[in-house]
């Protein structure tokens, strides 16, 4: 799986875009993004995924640089409750089984 | 509503006794797992299941056993020859050949005194 580098925290303004970038420089080309969170003392939720299309769901949405060695998870307005260390992770769809979560971003929303 | 359950949220016991974890899905995934984090870091996979009645050993699975007589349900036994058990356990699940989407439970922190 490709090694991924994230910025160890985040501030964002409540009701703001919160914008967190994710490097993959080495991806390959059957390697999707993904981006999951983690609420403290919760378990992991999954958010989105994208190989190298732009996708968008009910809870964000995932720019993918045109090299694909880039991406950025968008929270469009971002509340309270979106802190949360969030993980971006880089991998083939069938590959290991366990999801290998790095040290990811601690985003913390501000009132 | 769909999802994964894992009780207790908190459990406390004492050294050199054998504890056992629940978890249970209702979303009809084939395939569960177990994970071990600890503070500040990332999770470590402890066993898997990818069907009934059987399993496999992640990268962490001595001192632990698990069993997978039903599809829903998943339980994570931590033996008093798991070295080191306090920690926060996570189940999970998913698709069987969509193990990149994983869903969570809310988790165990399992304090061994």
């Known amino acids: 799986d490709a090694k991924t580098t994230q910025p160890t925290s985040m501030d964002c303004a409540e009701g703001r875009a919160a914008n967190l970038p994710c490097n993959h420089s080495?991806?390959?080309?059957?390697?999707?993004v993904y981006w999951y969170r983690q609420i403290h003392s919760q378990g992991p939720q999954y958010i989105i995924h994208?190989?190298?299309n732009n996708e968008t769901n009910e809870m964000a949405s995932l720019i993918i640089s045109e090299d694909r060695k880039s991406s950025t998870l968008i929270l469009p307005h971002a509340t309270l409750r979106d802190t949360a260390v969030y993980y971006c992770i880089v991998r083939v769809a069938a590959g290991a089984n366990n999801l290998f979560f790095g040290t990811g971003t601690r985003l913390t929303v501000i009132p | 509503d769909g999802g994964i359950t894992q009780s207790p949220k908190y459990l406390f016991r004492k050294e050199g006794q054998n504890v056992t974890l629940s978890c249970e899905q209702n979303?009809?995934?084939?395939?569960m797992y177990w994970y071990r984090q600890d503070p500040g870091q990332g999770l470590r996979l402890i066993y898997y299941s990818q069907i009934v009645n059987d399993f496999q050993k992640g990268d962490i699975a001595e001192g632990y056993s698990v069993s997978r007589e039903k599809k829903e349900s998943f339980p994570l036994t931590v033996t008093s020859a798991q070295k080191n058990p306090t920690a926060f356990y996570l189940c999970?699940?998913?698709?069987?050949?969509?193990?990149?989407?994983?869903?969570f439970g809310p988790g165990t922190r399992l304090t061994v005194l």
């Open positions: 999970a699940s998913s698709i069987a050949d969509r193990r990149d989407t994983q869903y």
């Open positions: 994208g190989l190298k």
């Open positions: 979303l009809n995934h084939d395939a």
């Open positions: 080495t991806i390959s080309g059957n390697e999707y």
